[in-house]
């Protein structure tokens, strides 16, 4: 099973400011043959559904504000909120589809200091 | 619009069953992968199955216990629990997959439906 870390599991961070989410995978989720990070990360709001940020590691879903981006490969990734908002307090889960059992990392809840 | 709406969640006595299902409609049900996601109270997602056209996978965690299947003339997700644990409380989410193969996103959520396993 391929292991998703992440880090921290919390954060502090100031309206404006920038809040950076690490997930680490304990084996590489690049395909070769694509050149495809097969890994997601989702947003959970308290009493709401995930919802879909970002996949193939750097693609933003349609809707999703350009604050949000992606970056990373093979087992190391990060996602970037560059100016905090108020509505951006929530869980984030990194999640990877590269093999079964799909598998998330732990959630880091993202707070405004 | 896509739309899922779960329903089939309760309590229910260590050992018993219960079936949930998804309705979906907004896409052409039988094109994608269709997942089910449980999340403990005060806990992270887990992923524990999938169907798509070819096959159907399941997390270790419910081999055996859990049958996902689908109803393509009532486009209706469903999943059999068996011999339920208390271990298997949660709040279990349908997710619709990117594409119709397992090895994809999830890009729309249900709002989910509570399991509570609990004598």
């Known amino acids: ?113 | 619009e896509v739309q899922l709406l779960e329903s089939g969640g309760g309590l229910v006595q260590p050992g018993g069953s219960l079936r949930l299902s998804c309705a979906a409609s907004g896409f052409t049900f039988t094109s994608y992968a269709m997942s089910w996601v449980r999340q403990a109270p005060r806990k992270g997602l887990e992923w524990v199955s999938s169907i798509t056209i070819t096959g159907t996978y399941y997390a270790d965690s419910v081999k055996g216990r859990f049958t996902i299947s689908r109803d393509s003339s009532k486009n209706t997700l469903f999943l059999q629990m068996n011999s339920l644990r208390a271990e298997d409380t949660a709040v279990y989410y349908c997710a619709k997959g990117g594409s119709s193969d397992w090895d994809n996103h999830f890009d729309y959520w249900g709002q989910g439906t509570l399991v509570t396993v609990s004598s």
Do not use: H
């Open chain 1, 1 to 113: 099973d391929i292991v998703m870390t992440q880090s921290p599991d919390s954060l502090a961070v100031s309206l404006g400011e920038r809040a950076t989410i690490n997930c680490k995978s304990s084996q590489s989720v690049l395909y070769s043959s694509n050149y495809k990070n097969y890994l997601a990360w989702y947003q959970q709001k308290p009493g709401q559904p995930p919802k879909l940020l970002i996949y193939w590691a750097s693609t933003r879903e349609s809707g999703v504000p350009d604050r949000f981006s992606g970056s990373g490969s093979g087992t190391d990734f990060t996602l970037t909120i560059s100016s905090l908002q108020v509505e951006d307090v929530a869980v984030y889960y990194c999640q990877q589809y590269y093999s079964t059992p799909l598998t998330f990392g732990g959630g880091t809840k993202v707070e405004i200091k």
